[in-house]
């Protein structure tokens, strides 16, 4: 049987514009199982002629810098050239896939691939930076994100080697943090994957999944923004309902009591002292009215209560 074989990779984005990131860098490592490097590369990549670079990143982080100049990524080729040797790479057997916040990644790789309407493949891979928060919550530290890992763990001084936001190093710096990190607790690949199960990621159903919730999320915002319309209809009535943000957090209750409230012919409010009633999503938010707004707890109902029947102006 062949040796297993452990793939270290980090993507760079030039922008991550409506949660789709636009890949300018792939890095990777691959090592044997003893952490020895067996081959190491980055691919370079362009976002896109009309991708433009999302260069507020320079304001959140003024220490930022992109490993080459942004001329270099738009005469690189486009995503579609590397994809069959990222397949390749990423595909073979008796290998394991390791990222720091690799979930992005997921989700960056299977934009791209949708983007470019590529076969998608699916694999499996493990998020290192769990492990370390772990770690560090165990152990009372402070440093934050890969580089404060890196150089907490950094045995080796190879910090002033490497490049970092160059995606190649990145990776690079991703394993040394988990090949020492596995070193301080005595524990093998298997052992602490074992104590975490919660770093797996199946590619394919989590992006499939975080795209169900970024379509549910956008229908919720466009609901809130009916509701809120709805509510600025200048109607004096003894009719008004109100929904308290227990209702309005959850897009199927805020979708049943709109259509209740329409149906039933009452109005909408989003004034809770001239509603005749304020609709909350359980006895639990009825109690907190009490407590917090006591002149307001007597005109709460809950979801229930209205789906039963109970409400009486």
């Known amino acids: 049987m062949n040796e297993r074989k452990y793939l270290f990779f980090d993507i760079e984005c030039a922008n991550n514009y409506q949660s789709k990131g636009k890949i300018c860098e792939f890095g990777y490592v691959l090592t044997n199982e003893k952490f020895e490097v067996l081959q ?30 942004f001329d270099y990524y738009y005469k690189s080729p486009l995503f579609p050239h590397f994809y069959q040797r990222i397949k390749n790479l990423m595909t073979q057997e008796n290998l394991m896939i390791f990222g720091f916040a690799v979930n992005n ?14 076969e998608l493949f699916d694999y499996v891979c493990y998020d290192i930076q769990r492990f370390i928060e772990h770690y560090k919550k165990v152990n009372n530290l402070t440093f934050h994100g890969l580089g404060g890992a890196f150089e907490y763990f950094d045995e080796r001084k190879e910090g002033v080697l490497l490049n970092h936001h160059l995606s190649r190093d990145d ?19 298997d052992e602490i994957i074992e104590k975490m199960p919660s770093c797996k990621i199946n590619s394919l159903e989590y992006a499939l999944e975080n795209e169900k919730k970024v379509e549910r999320r956008f229908l919720h915002n466009k609901l809130k923004n009916e509701w809120n319309n709805y509510c600025k209809q200048d109607i004096n009535s003894d009719n008004k309902i109100a929904l308290a943000i227990s ?17 039933n012919n009452y109005y909408g409010t989003n004034d809770y002292e001239t509603a005749a009633k304020i609709v909350v999503a359980s ?31």
Do not use: Q
């Open 40 to 69: 190491k590369d980055v691919f370079v990549m362009s976002p896109g002629k009309y991708e433009k670079f999302d260069k507020s990143i320079f304001e959140r982080d003024k220490t930022f810098k992109f490993a080459y100049d």
């Open 105 to 118: 990644d997921v989700l960056h790789l299977f934009h791209e691939m949708k983007r470019y309407n590529l």
């Open 171 to 189: 990776a690079f710096m991703t394993m040394r943090v988990f090949e020492y990190l596995l070193k301080k607790l005595n524990l093998s690949v």
């Open 247 to 263: 209702i309005r957090k959850h897009y199927d209750l805020l979708s049943d009591m709109m259509d209740w409230i329409i149906k």
């Open 283 to 313: 006895d639990t938010d009825k109690n907190f009215f009490k407590e917090k707004y006591p002149l307001l707890a007597e005109k709460c109902i809950t979801y229930h209560e209205i789906k039963n029947k109970k409400i009486k102006f």
